[in-house]
């Protein structure tokens, strides 16, 4: 099993990078596909046309989100925390941490969270 972990700073209000993450409308948008998503522990979600597919764990509203995410049989949970950190008027960083993700899947899991996850809602919060 390996971990990935990485930061990014994002120009933009709390509220409105919050909303990327937590809002099924906000993820359709930047995504471009539907996404089934909440804020309620238990939730199981959906993105990517069932891409990527989980449960929340816990949430503490615009500060951190805790999921689980499936991969087949997989015993160990797959984890992933995404904490938020405003950085001054209108930026927030990001930091990212996936544990226990399967070997076979780290670099198409790093690259989907680098440029198609946050790389996508940095380009969409970002636009003029």
């Known amino acids: 099993m390996k971990d990935f972990k990485t930061r990014i700073k994002i120009k ?3 509220e409105d990078v919050y909303a990327a993450f937590t809002n099924p409308f906000t993820i359709a948008l930047w995504s471009g596909y539907p996404a089934t ?3 309620e ?3 199981e979600f959906s993105m990517w046309e ?3 597919v ?5 949430v503490e509203e615009q500060k951190q989100i805790v999921q689980e995410w499936y991969f087949g049989d997989q015993e160990e949970q797959s984890l992933v925390t995404i904490k938020f950190f405003p950085q001054g008027a209108s930026k927030v960083q990001i930091d990212v941490i996936h ?3 399967p070997d076979e899947a780290l670099e198409e ?3 989907g969270w680098n440029e198609y996850y946050l ?3 940095k380009e969409f919060l970002e636009e003029d």
Do not use: K, P, Y
């Open 119 to 121: 790389g996508a809602i």
């Open 109 to 111: 899991i790093s690259e």
């Open 37 to 39: 998503m909440s804020t």
């Open 50 to 52: 069932g891409d990527i």
């Open 99 to 101: 544990t226990n993700i």
């Open 54 to 58: 989980g449960r929340i764990v816990e």
């Open 41 to 43: 522990s238990g939730f």
């Open 12 to 14: 933009a209000e709390l």
